[in-house]
């Protein structure tokens, strides 16, 4: 396999990618998901990046606090509260003092509370921005919607500034318009995540058009919402439990009837290719969750996802 050289609207040459690696697990419960990031680090996932070409920046992970259930109880019914928002304000630092540098952040969760801060902190330097979620799940229920109370289910409904405001949270801008935000790949869906997807007019591809249209297709017409004239900078929030457990078995909240390996590479291919990206996410991948064979491969799978994303072409 080889890169293509190929030219970023955004960024200068030389290319860099910085990863973030965030060992984070306080937007859900199962243990694991914070040893996420470093097992892609270790599977070799910087060499590869710089194999493709890029300059590769990485001086260890984010040292994040521990939970402490103590002094950090509940607000309503949502879980770790402090400890999510303040995580993710640093990494909203972190990935806005990259984007501005005019490098490209890559960040390795972790669990999708994360993405909260990423996208914040690539709004904060691309203001007009669009973001493709790659997820079986919308993420965006509110403090009021949430069954679970598992932040990790809620941080797009804190980018777009709807549901209650909850002070903790007050530092995120709800900088993300609708329109700006196109899902692929949704097939778990709370009651309440759909009513606000339909009440805001936000448009996702469930598996369902996957199926109908094909995935070239969907992608053609996910861009096409979100950046009609390729002119906007992209950022890519991928949730491996998009794909289907048999590609991406070790996650903490797996759904079958998922992406194939294919089209979850597709799409990483096609949005690398309209040279819009300025941030990835790799997220949810846990090492726990399964025997050793499902861990290397839902190891292996984030590892060339990323490589996709940042310009690996099969020929
Ligand atoms: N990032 C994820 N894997 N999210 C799963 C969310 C599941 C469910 N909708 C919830 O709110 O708890
Ligand atoms: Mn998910
Ligand atoms: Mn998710």
């Not at 778990?188 to 199926?211: P, Q």
Request: hydrophobic letters at 40%.
């Amino acid at each position: 396999m080889s890169s293509q050289p190929s030219i970023s609207r955004f960024l200068p040459e030389p290319k860099t990618v910085a990863i973030v690696g965030c060992p984070f697990r306080g937007g859900q419960a199962k243990l694991g998901v914070d040893h996420g990031p470093i097992r892609l680090v270790q599977a070799g996932l910087p060499e590869q990046l710089a194999e493709l070409g890029w300059k590769v920046q990485f001086d260890g992970h984010h040292q994040f606090e521990e939970i402490d259930t103590q002094n950090d109880p509940p607000i309503g019914k949502l879980k770790n509260p402090r400890l999510v928002s303040r995580v993710s304000q640093a990494v909203a630092q972190v990935v806005g003092g990259h984007a501005k540098k005019g490098v490209l952040p890559l960040t390795l969760g972790g669990d999708h509370s994360l993405a909260m801060g990423t996208i914040s902190g690539t709004l904060e330097q691309y203001p007009d921005a669009c973001v493709i979620w790659v997820d079986a799940h919308a993420d965006i229920n509110t403090a009021e919607t949430t069954d679970s109370g598992n932040l990790h289910g809620m941080p797009v409904s804190f980018l777009l500034g709807i549901g209650p405001k909850i002070p903790e949270f007050g530092w995120v801008k709800p900088a993300l318009r609708p329109e700006r935000l196109v899902y692929i790949g949704l097939r778990d869906i709370d009651a309440g995540e759909k009513r606000i997807l339909r009440e805001n007019g936000i448009r996702a591809f469930s598996m369902h058009e996957v199926d109908k249209y094909g995935i070239g297709k969907v992608v053609e017409m996910a861009l096409d919402h979100v950046n009609p004239k390729g002119d906007r900078p992209i950022h890519l929030s991928f949730d491996v439990d998009a794909l289907d457990p048999s590609v991406a078995p070790s996650t903490g909240t797996p759904v079958r009837g998922g992406l194939t390996f294919r089209e979850g590479h597709y799409i990483c291919e096609a949005i690398y290719e309209t040279g819009c990206l300025v941030a990835l996410d790799i997220m949810e991948v846990n090492p726990s969750l399964a025997d050793v064979e499902a861990v290397r491969q839902t190891v292996a799978v984030g590892c060339s996802l990323a490589r996709s994303a940042l310009g690996e072409t099969l020929l």
